[in-house]
Structures are given as structure tokens and as C-alpha cells.
């Protein structure tokens, strides 16, 4: 359910609240002086693409950095040095 943002000229209060895009121009009324006359705000819709929550959860301002496990197989491997594997080259007949 969107959320959306209202004004009300009586108090100049804003206020968000969440409802259905049926119920979107119906009257609202100011949590704040109670009036009736919140009018509804336009302003820049969020649009996200694949990953990017998940990205910005990950470099959060004041997050700790993430750590990785103890190397396991050795610094030579490349899964846990952080290299590139080597392309496979496949073998001449």
C-alpha cells in the first residue's frame, strides 16, 4: 500500500499516511488541528532497480565494514585471496 504525503493549509502540518490507490484523493484530515482541508503532495517517486536495496543496506553510513571468514583452502586460492581463477583453456585434441 503506497504511502502517501499531505499538507494542511489550516496548520501548515505535513503528515504521511498509507492508503489505497482507490482512496488516494479522498478527504484527509490533520492528525495535528483536525482540519479537513490536507492536501495531497506530489514529490519524487523511489524507483529502484535489481540489488539496490540490498546495496544500500550493505554501505550504510556508520555500518561496520563487512568481514570476510578465515581463509580456508590457503592464500594461493583464488576464492579466498580475492584474485580472479585463472581462465580454463580447454585441452587440444
Known sequence: MPT????CP???GVFDERRTFARSDDPVTCPTCGGDAAVKQFGTPMVLRKG????????AP??????TAPSAH???CPCCSGRSPR???PAAD
Open 4 to 7: 502517501y504525503a499531505f499538507r
Open 74 to 76: 590457503g592464500s594461493s
Open 10 to 12: 489550516d496548520c501548515g
Open 62 to 67: 556508520g555500518r561496520p565494514p563487512i568481514t
Open 52 to 59: 539496490m536495496a540490498a546495496r544500500a543496506l550493505l554501505e
Open 87 to 89: 581462465p580454463v583453456v
